[in-house]
């Protein structure tokens, strides 16, 4: 598997921060990249650095986007930013390093999504 920074990913990220009111993001401990050669079906993934790690080496929390290129690459940039918008949903208000479920009591991640998509849409000219 192939791996590497993603800095159109990280200027997608930031648009959508400066749009969206995510506030517990912190878009400097937020790390994008592409992969090719995985054998998973998803468009992306967030990864986390364990919290024993954070304590052991001291360093505070930090999130890593993957997109796979072999999907996300060919949806167009809408669904881009959706997908985008579905990532950073997984993280948590306290930004402790741990990723929230799909779904929880009250709280449905698809559904998130699209209210927020019309959100950035709206603030958006593109």
Known sequence: MDWEEAKDVEKKIKLILKHLDLPHVKQTRIFCYRTSGSKSRSYA???????????????????????????????????????????????????????????????HLGKQVDILYREFKMKTDL
């Open 45 to 107: 993934r967030i990864w986390t650095f364990p919290k024993i790690f954070q304590k052991a080496l001291n360093i505070e929390a930090s999130y890593v986007i993957e997109v796979l290129s072999k999907y996300y690459d060919r949806l167009n940039e809408d669904d881009q930013h959706k997908v985008l918008i579905h990532e950073l949903l997984h993280i948590p208000k306290n930004f402790s390093g741990a990723l929230l479920p799909h779904r929880s009591r009250g709280r």
